[in-house]
């Protein structure tokens, strides 16, 4: 399946903090034979409300993405990555669809196959020729 992870990490980490948090992540996914697609980084973001942990508040946060293909058992090495890390304040892992699934490809193609049919039925509509005064 293919996952998308959007992490929020505390704002103001120095770039090799960061770098370092991706590369792990992405270091367990190639590790369990994933494959990544895309990783974003959106910088320090002011988030809707604030993340309190104990002493702590944050109103703000370091958002990155990161798109990758993943097998369901190593799914779970990938949150316990995350959830140890103490820098990582929160994080959503969402399954996606395939978008080069077989399954993901048919309808188009039927579809696609159909509006050719029905072209090739339909008589063709010819503009009349243009007429001389």
Request: proline share 8%.
């Amino acid at each position: 399946p293919v996952y998308e992870l959007v992490c929020l990490a505390k704002p103001a980490l120095q770039r090799a903090v960061l770098a370092s948090m991706m590369q792990r992540v992405g270091t367990v996914v190639m590790d369990k034979g994933g494959v990544l697609t895309d990783v974003k980084s959106y910088g320090d973001q002011y988030l809707a409300y604030d993340i309190k942990r104990p002493f702590e508040r944050y109103d703000k946060a370091h958002i990155w993405q990161m798109n990758f293909k993943l097998n369901a058992q190593a799914k779970k090495e990938v949150d316990h990555v995350l959830r140890v890390n103490k820098d990582v304040l929160r994080w959503v892992m969402v399954r996606r669809p395939d978008p080069f699934s077989l399954a993901n490809v048919e309808p188009l193609w039927a579809a696609a196959k159909k509006q050719s049919a029905s072209a090739e039925l339909a008589p063709s509509q010819e503009a009349p020729p243009p007429t001389s005064s």
